[in-house]
T-cell receptor, first 112, second 112 residues
Framework: DAGVTQSPTHLIKTRGQQVTLRCSPKSGHDTVSWYQQALGQGPQFIFQYYEEEERQRGNFPDRFSGHQFPNYSSELNVNALLLGDSALYLC???????????FGPGTRLTVT | QKEVEQNSGPLSVPEGAIASLNCTYSDRGSQSFFWYRQYSGKSPELIMSIYSNGDKEDGRFTAQLNKASQYVSLLIRDSQPSDSATYLCAVNIYTGGFKTIFGAGTRLFVKA
């Protein structure tokens, strides 16, 4: 049973650039949520997708956008990168109407 | 007031002791509560979920929920050095759909 996968593992970008992170949910799951985790902090909710639509959004600017594909995989896009966007980006999947989420290994983004 | 609050620790307990981790939340409408374990450099791993007042036991772990006091706790019996990690409390908040709010986590050290 494949768990949640994310790519790439690590990424280094320059301020002002754009980045795309990818996530494949656990087999059987249809809902994907994205989180940003800064060092020493808990994960911060960015947004959640199911049925290919953004259903819930946290307090993140419009520079953060996403997409969900028919196979339930998802992308997180961040435009105009800032130094403060450096963090671990986590994807979690769940089955709609259940609440237990399973996390992927994360993508470590460094903005220089 | 933060939506989910935890003592950052570190909490240090000797091997074989009971570790007690606490969490308070601000949204009285919350219905779903979770504990995640996160090892350094890894992603969060779901260890317990609880939805009703009272205790829920799973092996060495017991989650306790008191909705009237807006309080969730996690007890780890017979603590082992391998339990040393950051424990994240998470609460689902319903805003037309649910989003998950995490606390900042409590660092636990189990001394051999």
């Amino acid at each position: 049973d494949a768990g949640v996968t994310q790519s790439p593992t690590h990424l280094i970008k320059t301020r002002g650039q754009q980045v795309t992170l990818r996530c494949s949910p656990k087999s059987g799951h249809d809902t994907v949520s994205w989180y940003q985790q800064a060092l020493g902090q808990g994960p911060q909710f960015i947004f959640q997708y199911y049925e290919e639509e953004e259903r819930q959004r946290g307090n993140f600017p419009d520079r953060f956008s996403g997409h969900q594909f028919p196979n339930y995989s998802s992308e997180l896009n961040v435009n105009a990168l800032l130094l403060g966007d450096s963090a671990l980006y986590l994807c979690a999947s769940s089955l709609r109407d259940t609440y237990e989420q399973y996390f992927g290994p994360g993508t470590r983004l460094t903005v220089t | 007031q933060k939506e989910v609050e935890q003592n950052s620790g570190p909490l240090s307990v000797p091997e074989g002791a009971i570790a007690s981790l606490n969490c308070t939340y601000s949204d009285r409408g919350s219905q779903s509560f979770f504990w995640y374990r996160q090892y350094s450099g890894k992603s969060p791993e779901l260890i317990m979920s609880i939805y009703s007042n009272g205790d829920k036991e799973d092996g060495r772990f017991t989650a306790q929920l008191n909705k009237a006091s807006q309080y969730v706790s996690l007890l780890i019996r017979d603590s082992q050095p391998s339990d040393s990690a950051t424990y994240l409390c998470a609460v689902n908040i319903y805003t037309g759909g649910f989003k998950t709010i995490f606390g900042a986590g409590t660092r636990l050290f189990v001394k051999a």
